[in-house]
């Protein structure tokens, strides 16, 4: 099920305040939804999960075992640092 945008509040939102408004979580989103949401004053959308996973795709197609390997152990230490950032902010326990 894509995310679900509220485009009615999304314009009430446009509508108050002069700020820019960024749409996070835009994967998934039917381009249909998207095109309404910049519509209503959406000026930047995140779309890294469907970046990331097509990034991915090639690698495990293309990409040698060792190089993956590799690559791997960045993600593990990226995982590392935001989960390190994630306990400076004391933010550990929401979800």
């Known amino acids: ?12 939102i446009r509508a108050a305040s002069p700020v820019p408004l960024v ?3 835009g994967s998934g989103v039917p381009d249909s939804v998207l ?5 209503q004053g959406v000026s ?3 779309v890294n ?6 990034y991915r795709d090639a690698l495990t197609e293309e990409a040698s075992p060792e190089l993956v ?5 960045g993600r593990t230490a990226v995982k590392h640092a935001a989960m390190t950032v994630i306990g400076r902010l004391g933010t550990a326990e929401r979800r």
């Open 44 to 46: 930047k959308v995140n």
């Open 69 to 73: 390997v590799v690559l791997s152990a």
């Open 49 to 54: 999960t469907e970046l990331r996973g097509v």
């Open 1 to 12: 099920m894509p995310p679900a945008i509220d485009l009615e509040r999304l314009a009430a």
């Open 23 to 25: 749409l996070h979580g």
């Open 35 to 39: 095109r309404a949401a910049i519509a």
